[in-house]
């Protein structure tokens, strides 16, 4: 093997050539990939226990998704939709329009990532209510953007140095359980925020994940849910729904939000909509999202020819695949294997998400307030050095979280949990 192809040379030429501040979890560099499986450039096999942050739901390289970009490329790659537009951008939308939750009428915009989903929905949600404030939730996580790091609540790694953010942003507990955090306490923050920091008057939106992704995995409750609804409706604030995580069939459900049974205002889509392409979109009730002004929205890249044909694709095999159904039997196969290892290692804590949005919190001794990044840290580690890819996550550093490819094979999905449990068994040694 020439010195060149190996990951170690990589990672001497990333090192002279890539800025510091792009984290790197695992210094291995990936040749090819096929559904849940990574080769790496000295043919190393990796199972996919993170989908590159939840982006592959419908697997690596999946054959509609790659055929129909290939179709796609034959044809064009670019005109930008505001210039000559396209029909693939069009049917998308179509497409989104019908299967966000609610009765509502809806229109799309397309961009193409999650933090410009989320910038554009706060200039719709100003455009539309004449109010600047925002609400959004400690441990949210919204994007590295000015008004994405403002919103997101979390400090490290993501706001350290880079403020002033944009003003007249609130931040509210976020509820969970095993934090010591209550729907009630929530509630009660909302209402002295409303006392004490800004009237409701003046707020446009609250911005709130259904379950948090870079938080931990905590999911807000259908009661939780419809009281923001009602709070939201009773002083004409919107509600904006962050799904760039939790969607397309992560959670068990085509969007987090549908358990609840709440029509959001706004909803913010990424991450798996495209199987892999950059695309991001902002899909809300028709009358707010028409509130921008012509030439208000848009951008160069934003709604790429080949993202949409690869949208498509990803929409018919969520479908054909029932990948909701999968992500069901996936999450249940996880939870399973988890609550087994739990019995046996008090360094487990919790154990939660819906569908196969898991999570396991680690702690010291079973103890909620005790909780264990060092182990975390090594775990994540010890699971690289023996071929899986997992991620952390959570506000206090301790937790791990699965997003595998929904369309991996129950016996990969098995045999990435065995190195979950061997590499656990050599972190606690």
Not at 37 to 57: C, H, K, M, P, T
Not at 146 to 162: H, I, N, R, S, W
Not at 172 to 178: G, I, Q, R, S, T
Not at 364 to 383: F, G, N, Q, S, Y
Request: proline letters at 5%; charged letters at 20%; glycine letters at 10%.
């Amino acid at each position: 093997m020439s010195h060149s192809s190996n990951n170690q040379s990589w990672q001497a030429r990333r090192e002279a050539a890539v800025v510091q501040g792009v984290g790197t979890l695992l210094p291995v560099f990936i040749d090819r990939a096929q559904n849940a499986e990574l080769w790496d450039v000295e043919g190393n096999r990796y199972i996919d226990f993170a989908s590159g942050i939840a982006v592959l739901n419908t697997g690596h390289n999946h054959p509609k998704v790659v055929a129909a970009v290939r179709a796609q490329l034959e044809k064009f790659s670019h005109t930008c939709f505001q210039v000559t537009p396209y029909s693939g951008y069009i049917e998308l939308a179509e497409k989104l329009n019908d299967l966000v939750p609610g009765p509502t009428p809806k229109r799309t915009l397309f961009l193409s990532t999650g933090a410009e989903a989320v910038e554009n929905a706060i200039k719709i949600a100003r455009a539309h209510t004449g109010r600047s404030g925002t609400i959004a939730f400690k441990g949210g996580f919204h994007g590295r953007t000015m008004m994405g790091m403002a919103l997101t609540g979390k400090v490290v790694p993501y706001k350290t140095g880079f403020g002033p953010f944009p003003g007249e942003v609130y931040h509210l507990p976020f509820p969970a359980d095993y934090l010591g955090v209550s729907e009630a306490d929530a509630l009660a923050a909302l209402d002295l925020c409303f006392s004490a920091d800004i009237e409701p008057a003046r707020v446009a939106a609250i911005i709130i994940e259904p379950v948090q992704g870079e938080g931990g995995f905590y999911a807000a409750s259908p009661s939780f849910l419809q009281r923001l609804r009602q709070i939201c409706d009773q002083h004409g604030i919107l509600l904006i729904c962050d799904e760039i995580q939790t969607g397309f069939c992560r959670t068990g459900k085509t969007f987090a939000t549908e358990y609840s049974g709440v029509e959001p205002d706004i909803m913010t889509l990424a991450k798996s909509l495209a199987g892999g392409f950059p695309l991001s979109a902002v899909v809300g009730k028709a009358d707010i999202m028409n509130s921008a002004k012509p030439g208000g929205l848009g951008g160069t890249y934003a709604g790429s020819p080949i993202a949409c044909a690869a949208a498509l694709a990803v929409l018919e095999v969520i479908e054909e695949e029932r990948l909701n159904q999968k992500a069901q039997a996936q999450g249940e196969q996880i939870k399973t294997r988890l609550l087994q290892l739990a019995e046996r290692f008090d360094c487990i804590g919790n154990i939660r998400g819906p569908g196969a949005m898991v999570a396991m919190e680690l702690v010291k001794e079973r103890d909620a307030t005790r909780p264990d990044p060092d182990l975390t840290k090594r775990l994540v580690a010890e699971a690289g050095k023996r071929g899986l890819v997992l991620l952390a996550c959570g506000v206090r550093g301790n937790v791990i979280r699965f997003l595998a490819p929904l369309t991996a094979p129950a016996a990969i999905v098995d045999e990435g949990l065995d190195l979950l449990e061997q590499s656990l068994l050599a972190s606690l040694a």
